[in-house]
């Protein structure tokens, strides 16, 4: 892609209300742009790295036996006062009357709609499991939107719902996320710890989240630096200094940011929406359900948070929005043709942004070290003799490298 | 995928609403089911074709040097303010208030926003042209929704803006994307028709509307049946039987579905909203803009419209939410070995559907007859001797195929 038609709105100055580093740099990189307060628009650069996290989710959830669906923002008031959950929520569901004064709400969460499409369905035994996701925009109006991704009032989210005839197959199903989970984030680079935590408005009985160890996190996680033992302080009531009953070890203090969490609902949304099946011995039984839910514009900024210096992003392979920035020192009428064969070759075999723009060297450069791509291909004086410069931004070397042999040192 | 675990929810019936065979037909296949009055859960056999479009379109878009972002759902009243729609609107604009009272509405188009996000940007017109693009959800409250997803209340769009610093350049992006739309629906399996059209709330001084020539159609086409001329009646007056100015020819009158329409814009953003650029002679203008919609799941609508008999589907290849629909009669310990590693194999070369349901052959027949993928292939008696039966669904023809040579038979 060439960067002059891709729109990287760069910038120097970070926007005033961005406090944590992940948020200016996203910010100064081009990635997001702010449309309104916790509302934002996803930039080119963005974007990509989203619709990469997606297709990790995607390809994670699929070969485990999950289907994708899409269903709607709007959710009318019918299906949540089946559930009981109009009444419950507060005004951070964001509700509105259509043209003919009927209650309609903007979907945090997919409980009520997801029973509603299934349950005609679901009359034996024999149609379960069920295991349906979908990829899409939630809305939740945050008293207090920060953190630029953080805590956003639209945001992108992958949810799942489970549908099982059995106890035992629900917790399969959640043993099969929890290693789904831990394989999607460990793919975007994000080391993550699973901890035990409240079930709060979703409801069910047994809950845990996926943490991002971070200085910005909004939780406080306690853990035990021995063994495996973690939980979200305020569900455990744990603190630091605590014995941990399972083992030896002494219990830690530390941030975390949240970017998945996963439920046993049991039969709370069956049972009051009227999902039943048949069982094998034939009995009416309200079917048992899961839901998993991972933020996905989160773990953009997770992956931002932990992937970057203060000068720019270092992006993760798995992630970045393009492997190589090829950056011609200046292109001019002698070595345009040449600059573009470049370009067209490597672009057979990975992605590149060239940035063929109007611009001095000096405002090239910085902008490539705050948009971060792992390779940076700077085509200079020696390119007269075929060689370029290339540097690994994970490793900060740099080397000089004949243009034939470039896409060897290339790895994806 | 295995059908058991995907969720096609077929029915024997059509939901009492639906009037049209499209309408129909995707409910009973289990491609959608509505949520509520013109809004829709895509179930994942629709889901896959909806995906399979959007490839086309980015496709499409990507190579013409457009760039795709995402702007939010949620649209601030001030920017409609500025833009002065915020009061021409009437009911059709969704809108609701955040907690804090602040307005706001469902966005069903985005000149607002893109305008908003790019001002700041191109000051220069060393910055443009840029084409920049959104795959997303959309929403306006129809009076009277109907038609399934015809008119929905909540839809899938693909609308490009394009940003230029002369009328000739916005005239070359608005030829440009004439042919890309061209492509994009003869991709898709439609053939269109570009009919000329009033440009209404969206404004600007030059409108195209592209066509599905269709007896479900809401809109009256004019055209020529000798030379290009086509229109939509209520824009060009005219009727069946005036000469057109062009030719000897006659004009005829059929119905069309609207699956796209582009706008030159002209200033009428720019202006209002402050978008101006200094252009190459150091004077300020404002930028001139185009805008480029095309409607994903009413382009679903219209191939299923078009590519069905009233017993089911007969999917275009490119759209097929899987190429090969593979049909056992009957699954027993005995066969299963063989019949996955058929599955497995084929699916290592395209998309398979295997029907791995307890149910009678009578009832899978039905289904895939209703699902219509492009190859069926029944595993009946003569698996005991590697023979499967084969039947092209385009052509109608069914033949005995060896599994050895089955992949040379199935053509994407």
């Known amino acids: 892609m060439k960067q002059s038609q891709l729109f990287v709105p760069t910038l120097k100055e970070a926007p005033k209300d961005a406090e944590v580093k992940s948020h200016k740099l996203m910010a100064r990189a081009g990635l997001i742009k702010q449309t309104a307060a916790g509302i934002y628009t996803y930039l080119p650069l963005g974007h990509r790295v989203i619709r990469n996290i997606e297709t990790i989710i995607r390809e994670e959830h699929d070969r485990r036996g999950c289907s994708e669906l899409l269903m709607p923002a709007l959710q009318p008031r019918d299906l949540w006062e089946e559930s009981g959950r109009w009444g419950q929520y507060g005004p951070e569901l964001m509700r509105l009357k259509d043209r003919k004064e009927r209650d309609f709400c903007l979907g945090p969460t997919h409980e009520e709609v997801i029973t509603a499409v299934v349950r005609d369905y679901i009359q034996s035994y024999k149609k379960l499991p069920l295991a ?11 008293m207090r939107p920060r953190f630029g991704l953080m805590r956003g009032r639209e945001f992108i989210m992958k949810d799942l719902y489970t549908f099982s005839e059995s106890r035992g197959d629900l917790d399969q199903w959640y043993q099969t996320m929890k290693e789904a989970y831990t394989t999607i984030f460990k793919r975007c680079g994000l080391e993550t710890k699973i901890v035990s935590s409240d079930t709060g408005q979703i409801g069910g009985d047994t809950a845990d989240e996926f943490m991002v160890m971070s200085e910005v996190g909004e939780d406080t996680i306690t853990y035990c630096d021995q063994c495996d033992y973690a939980a979200n302080q305020e569900f455990s009531g744990l ?22 969490n996963i439920f046993k609902l049991g039969t709370k949304y069956s049972e ?31 992956a931002v948070e932990q992937h970057s210096t203060d000068e720019g992003l270092v992006w993760p392979k798995a992630l970045t929005p393009f492997l190589v920035h090829l950056v011609p020192v200046k292109m001019t009428a ?40 792992p390779y940076r291909v700077v085509i200079g004086k020696d390119f007269v003799t075929g060689q370029v410069e290339l540097t690994d931004r994970t490793t900060g070397e740099t080397k000089l490298v004949h243009v034939d042999t470039l896409p060897t040192h290339l790895i994806p």
């Open 132 to 142: 349906l996701y979908q990829i899409q925009t939630k809305f939740r109006d945050e």
């Open 239 to 260: 603190s630091a200094g605590n014995a941990c009953p399972m083992c030896e070890g002494t219990i830690q203090v530390a941030k975390g940011i949240e970017v998945g």
């Open 272 to 302: 009051s929406m009227n999902a039943y099946f048949t069982d094998r011995d034939g009995n009416r039984q309200p079917v048992i359900m899961g839901c998993y839910g991972l933020g996905i514009s989160r773990t953009l900024m997770a």
């Open 334 to 373: 002698d070595n345009e043709d040449a600059i573009l064969s470049l370009y067209n070759t490597l672009s057979k075999t990975c992605t590149v942004l060239l940035d063929d723009r109007d611009e001095r060297a000096g405002v090239k450069f910085k902008d490539a070290d705050l948009i971060g791509l």
